[in-house]
């Protein structure tokens, strides 16, 4: 475990790179199988059982979503020998599939996560990637935004991981000229693939690479329970997620969103899925009213039970940050530079 004081971005790097070393944004759409429908069901085409998802699993209809991909300069979809890594970016309660590209802003006429992005690349720090922002609604409301505890939208928050292994990540390694391939599952591949996949998320993003990704509780309405949340959002926990530590190696929480699970439930599903993790990087703004006694909750004993499947795990209180892009541009940039010196390490 490393701890970290804060450190800038370099101001250059949220300036626009040179015409020839700048990516590009397409919005994508593809379909979705597995979402929470009006009635609170899982749709699913799989054999899910009811109590592992914690609600009734019914067939039907695929519903369409729309995505961001930031592909680098010199991608071309016509090079199949040409391979890249993908960074998937969640976004807040609030936001949506351009929360990453539009909360912070623009510069130079382009959007600020797209220059950090380019003059990454252009500088050498890390390789070209592909990153992937979706919409973190796994449910037939996706487009809604409102913060309702009792609404079908924000329970789909906690149901994306089932969007993202069966829809998604497929969506995007057969349309995209990636490195992973998961509808390939022999073991080798299996475990090649996940070094060449990342996760990150903020506030709300933060909490479903947590609770989603390294394995943590699902929750849904307080009301619709008759109880009440210890949160104090109208949330409460119900069942765990088997967690995907199967699919990534490095995984990013900023400033992760009350409901994120405890330190002591996150080791021990890392532990006991037995899929070792190459980096964990978790940040928060020291002066956070939103976030910070859950970060330090989920933080609390994770390395220590997580053990020998934990390699790298970065705990960075970033000093007066707060609830913000400053906080979460900052973690990011460190993440995947990180991302990149641990992957050198595979060579």
Sequence with gaps: MKRLNRMGIPDAYLSAAAGGKQGKVREVVYPVKHYINSSRQLVTEREIDAGEAGRATVGGAAIHKSCSVYLPAGYEQSDPYTRYNVL???HGVGGDEYEWLCGPGIEDGKYLLCNLLDNLIAGGDIEPIIVVMPNGRSSHDWTD???NPEGTNMLGFYYFDYEL???LIPFIESTFNTYANVRENAPETVAYSRMHRAIAGLSMGGMQTLNLILGGYRCDSAALAGTESVWKNGLIATVPAQG???LFAYIGAFSNAPTSSSGTVLGSSIASRGNRL???YMTCGD?????LDCYEQ???G???IAGDYLEEHYQIAIKDGVHDFNVWYNGAYHFIKKINQARSDLK
């Design 278 to 280: 190459k980096l964990l």
């Design 145 to 147: 935004r409102t913060f």
């Design 88 to 90: 998937y970016l969640l």
């Design 165 to 167: 292994r069966y829809d």
């Design 287 to 291: 002066a956070d009213d939103i976030s």
């Design 298 to 300: 989920s933080i609390d």
């Design 244 to 246: 995907m530590t199967d």
């Design 302 to 304: 994770l390395a220590d």
